[in-house]
């Protein structure tokens, strides 16, 4: 598989909004959705004449309508590192907690108390029948559930350094025109929520980084070379009448190198040591490690998830069992951690407002173990690159396998 890194560069306010069912207020997203991306693809590539809509087997119906079409994911708010190239954008898992006084990461321009995970430690006190409640290891104050974007990049020592990555919205006043007049229309004033196109004041620019995924290599060249062509004009997001929406994208294509296997014997060896120091409590009667491997599978985007045909948002194990086409019984689902919201949207190809969907808030966390972890490998990254769920070209259910933000622990906190 090969999969084309985009980079995206806001050069106007971007109007991407979303609006819960039901309500009249459109807010500006954090993010720019998959499908916002592959809606403005596909219609770049429809203004070519010589693009074949109907044909069986084109490059048209490969990218966009096949079974195994190519797989847009979100591009997430990001940043360039001291050498100018875009820093790979990770999410933070439901089970990390900050301080509730100072929350976020440790660094020198700031006096927040850190960030750290609990998914572990908590599985760990539950085996051992114990209650985890954990504080801030700077004041041992509360902790709550803290989420976001982060960015990883070495300084002069060589020490990582956590970095937040958000984008910065602000509030455009439009007045509505008398088509007949060509003038203002009184009583008609609006607001719209955009994307700013800078950060910090002017200092910094709005960067999202995000990738498309799919088989053909040739075809994957040529999608490549279509979005670096000097000659594009990239609009993303609504208003781009009104000058919105205007933005640079630029993409460069890569193999897909999977370190699955890596992350899943790291987040074992964590968890077992981990283990044996909650022994100090007493050891359980029945060890919850005898024989088997644990993996999670974290959400990197909002997931539409169906169980026997209804909505979930918790993936079981035969729900997991079924999209990796792995028979195991054994597999076993201990923890989950995960809240659900609705997302609706607009498709412009139909003219019409899609399905609302029930879906599972990306960020959450699911923890399972198996003995048979050998035969589960090849399926986890092969679901690593494609996702669970529905609409997973769109950019829905995109999963990582044993996030290493799971080995940050409490008097570790960054």
Request: aromatic share 8%.
């Amino acid at each position: 598989m090969k999969e084309i890194q985009l980079t995206i560069k806001a050069l106007s306010p971007l109007a991407i909004g979303t609006r819960k069912p039901g309500g009249s207020v459109s807010e500006a997203q954090d993010h720019i959705p998959g499908a916002v991306i592959r809606g403005a693809i596909a219609a770049q590539i429809l203004q070519y004449p010589d693009v074949d809509q109907i044909q069986p087997g084109g490059d048209f119906q490969q990218l966009f309508v096949e079974q195994e079409a190519a797989i847009f994911s979100n591009a997430y708010p990001s940043a360039r590192n001291r050498q100018g190239d875009i820093l790979p954008v990770r999410l933070l898992p439901a089970t990390a907690v900050s301080s509730k006084s100072n929350p976020g990461f440790c660094s020198s321009q700031s006096d927040s108390y850190g960030v750290f995970d609990t998914l572990i430690d908590r599985f760990c006190a539950e085996g051992h029948d114990h209650l985890y409640d954990p504080n801030c290891p700077r004041d041992g104050g509360r902790v709550e559930p803290y989420g976001g974007f982060y960015t990883v990049e070495d300084d002069d020592d060589g020490n990582p350094h956590y970095r937040p990555q958000k984008v910065e919205t602000r509030l455009l006043t439009r007045v509505g025109i008398n088509r007949r007049r060509a003038t203002a229309q009184e009583n008609i004033l609006y607001g719209i929520e955009v994307i700013s196109e800078t950060r910090k004041k002017g200092q910094e620019e709005t960067l999202f980084a995000g990738t498309i995924r799919l088989d053909d290599e040739a075809l994957a060249r040529a999608l490549a070379n279509l979005i670096n062509a000097p000659s594009q004009n990239w609009r993303l997001g609504g208003s781009a009448s009104r000058g919105l929406g205007k933005v640079e994208m630029t993409a460069r294509l890569q193999d897909v190198n999977s370190d699955v296997e890596d992350r899943i014997k790291q987040f074992n060896y964590y968890l077992h040591k981990r283990w044996k120091l909650w022994d100090v409590f007493g050891q359980p009667q029945n060890s919850g490690l005898d024989d088997r491997q644990f993996f999670t599978l974290d959400l990197q985007s909002d997931a539409i998830l169906t169980d026997r045909w209804r909505r979930t948002t918790v993936i079981s194990a035969a729900m997991l069992c079924q999209e990796a086409g792995v028979a195991d019984r054994d597999l076993q689902l201990h923890a989950s951690y995960s809240s659900y919201d609705y997302r609706a949207g607009w498709n412009a190809a139909w003219g019409l407002m899609k399905d609302i969907e029930l879906v599972t808030n990306r960020g959450a966390v699911y923890l399972f173990s198996t003995p048979h972890l050998e035969q589960w490998l090849p399926a986890l990254e092969r679901l690593e690159q494609q996702g669970v769920g529905e609409r997973t070209p769109e950019g829905f259910g995109q999963i990582r396998v044993c996030d290493e933000f799971h080995t940050i622990f409490r008097e570790n906190a960054l």
